[in-house]
């Protein structure tokens, strides 16, 4: 369950590997949230929490590795894809970062997993940003002194507790409901026995592309997304041996609640769209009219609702409910949707690190059990970024997918 991004920036001089970890170790150790790891708790049962680690050195989660193109035909790609699989220390705070040199044109890269324990998309770049250039660190303060509210009596105190477990309830049990009745039988195409074998595929496309069909079709660029990755998982399913034709793939579209919630490094404020992506259709345009109307159907029901807002569960489970059925919960996930295609947000602003300017970013979705797929997206001023992540042993070749995001591309370009 950790996600992760391979962020490549393009050096001005002759990058100093540990003048730069020094750089990163000093300002990650300023993060409040870098610091903290989690911890048990005996009451309530199965129940944890965030606390300091006493024995915390930035250093210790900062690495160096510097790679040569004479073994590897994309040697980045390579050695990410070894480093994504590598489980994270649940002993010590969740993340790890490694500084990648030796790359053409005098680029580096930046290489950043984090366990989504610790914070969900939006929450990681507010990580992020942390470390790079010109953003105003936060620095150790003690808690904020609260207003004392004015005394309620005890009765209406009473009501207002039974009141909030009572919505709770209500909204948790339509969720539930939601869920139970989402399920399908099948499992999907892009299913997999589960393996901790994983390859990653980079794909940058040009925006104004994109927006070039979103004002001939209509919609937003995230639903050119999603339809371009819906003729991209047709193709691919075809050459894999599969029917495409008549078929649906369901999609796990999460949504951040985070702007409702207000806190921006605070843990995971999720929810989630059902999308079936209509991968049986071979016309782009009608695919992206099919995509369209299923988004526009979800936006309306709002982020709440519907078997979509899984994650939203979660925060209203018992702590040792949440505990025992996890594991089980993950292993249905394809019963529920088959793959997970996920946007993490980013500013336009120019970003750098010590003077390196940012080129490319590709973030990285966590592949839940026996999933074959998962997909991230991010753009960054003039491009759209997509970070494909499969399970190693399902998809041994992972240029196929990666071809066929480009002709997908491509197609409803042409239709436009």
Not at 262 to 279: A, E, F, M, T, W
Not at 355 to 381: C, D, K, M, N, W
Request: net charge positive.
């Amino acid at each position: 369950m950790h996600m992760g991004a391979v962020i490549t920036f393009t050096a001005r001089r002759p990058v100093d590997p540990s003048a730069l970890t020094a750089i990163l170790a000093e300002r990650a150790a300023r993060l409040p949230k870098l610091r903290q790891r989690a911890r048990a708790e005996l009451f309530p049962p199965g129940a944890a929490s965030w606390a300091e680690d006493p024995d915390f050195v930035a250093a210790n989660h900062i690495h160096h590795e510097a790679l040569s193109s004479l073994y590897e035909p994309d040697p980045l790609a390579a050695y990410a894809s070894r480093w994504i699989a590598e489980p994270l220390d649940t002993g010590r705070p969740l993340w790890d970062l490694t500084l990648v040199t030796g790359l053409p044109d005098g680029k580096f890269a930046l290489l950043m997993k984090l366990h989504h324990a610790l914070t969900d998309g939006a929450g990681a770049y507010a990580v992020a940003a942390g470390l790079l250039d010109g953003v105003k660190l936060p620095e150790r303060k003690s808690a904020p002194t609260r207003r004392i509210p004015a005394q309620r009596s005890t009765l209406d105190t009473m009501k207002g507790a039974l009141g909030t477990v009572w919505d709770q309830a209500n909204e948790a049990a339509g969720i539930a409901s939601s869920v139970v009745r989402a399920t399908r039988p099948t499992l999907s195409p892009v299913s997999a026995p589960s393996s901790a074998e994983r390859r990653l595929g980079f794909v940058r496309l040009p925006l104004s592309e994109l927006r070039q069909v979103r004002q001939a079709h209509g919609g937003t660029t995230n639903d050119v997304v999603l339809a371009v990755l819906s003729g991209a998982l047709r193709e691919w399913l075809v050459n894999r041996g599969h029917r495409a034709d008549g078929r649906t793939l369901r999609a796990l579209i999460p949504v951040s609640v985070r702007g409702r919630a207000g806190n921006r490094l605070g843990g995971n404020k999720l929810s989630g769209y059902l999308c079936d992506l209509p991968v049986g259709e071979d016309d782009p345009v009608e695919r992206l009219r099919v995509v369209r109307r299923a988004m526009t159907r979800n936006k309306a029901a709002g982020p709440s609702r519907g078997a979509g807002a899984l994650p939203l569960l979660a925060d209203r489970v018992p702590s040792l409910l949440h505990r025992l059925g996890t594991r089980t919960a993950g292993q249905a996930a394809p019963l529920l949707f088959d793959l997970v295609i996920t946007t993490v947000p980013l500013p336009p602003a120019r970003l750098s690190i010590d003077g390196a300017e940012l080129s490319e970013v590709y973030p990285f979705v966590p592949l839940a059990p026996r999933h074959a797929v998962g997909i991230a997206v991010a753009t960054y001023r003039d491009s759209v970024h997509i970070g494909l992540q499969v399970n190693g042993e399902a998809v041994p070749d992972i240029g196929s997918l990666r071809d066929a995001v480009l002709k997908s591309t491509a197609r409803l370009l042409d239709a436009s």
